[in-house]
């Protein structure tokens, strides 16, 4: 089982950056893909961006492709989202998943565990 805990979140005007944390807990971390997602509110879950368990492999939703960049240190069982540029469009609860099946997917549900998310604000 993995238990992941976020932060890094905050507020922050547009154009600025935040970077966002996911610490796992277990010893099987570096086996698992991990994404972030978002929420907004009153819209549904989406993907922001996913890694697969070595780092290798990278994938990003085309609104945030160029500005946010994922990262993960498996020594640490940490992975990162560093967000540039920032829009206020990107305001959401931003959530870490982590999955051991399916790999860089874009699927809420392909994750099997989840995070309890942290607050990015962008104002105008």
């Known amino acids: 089982q993995v238990q992941l805990v976020e932060s890094g979140g905050g507020s922050v005007q547009a154009g600025g950056s935040l970077r966002l944390s996911c610490a796992a807990s277990?010893?099987?971390?570096?086996?698992?893909?991990m994404a972030w997602f978002r929420q907004a509110p009153g819209k549904e879950r989406e993907f922001v961006a996913s890694?697969?368990?070595?780092?290798?492999?990278?994938r990003y939703a085309d609104l945030v492709k160029g500005r946010f960049t994922i990262s993960r240190d498996n020594t640490q069982n940490t992975v990162y989202l560093q967000m540039n540029s920032l829009k206020p469009e990107d305001t959401a609860v931003y959530y870490c998943?982590?999955?051991?099946?399916?790999?860089?997917?874009?699927?809420?549900?392909?994750?099997?565990?989840w995070g309890q998310g942290t607050q990015v604000t962008v104002s105008s």
């Open positions: 998943a982590a999955n051991n099946r399916w790999g860089t997917a874009v699927v809420v549900g392909t994750y099997r565990y």
């Open positions: 890694i697969s368990w070595s780092g290798d492999s990278t």
């Open positions: 277990g010893r099987t971390f570096s086996t698992y893909a």
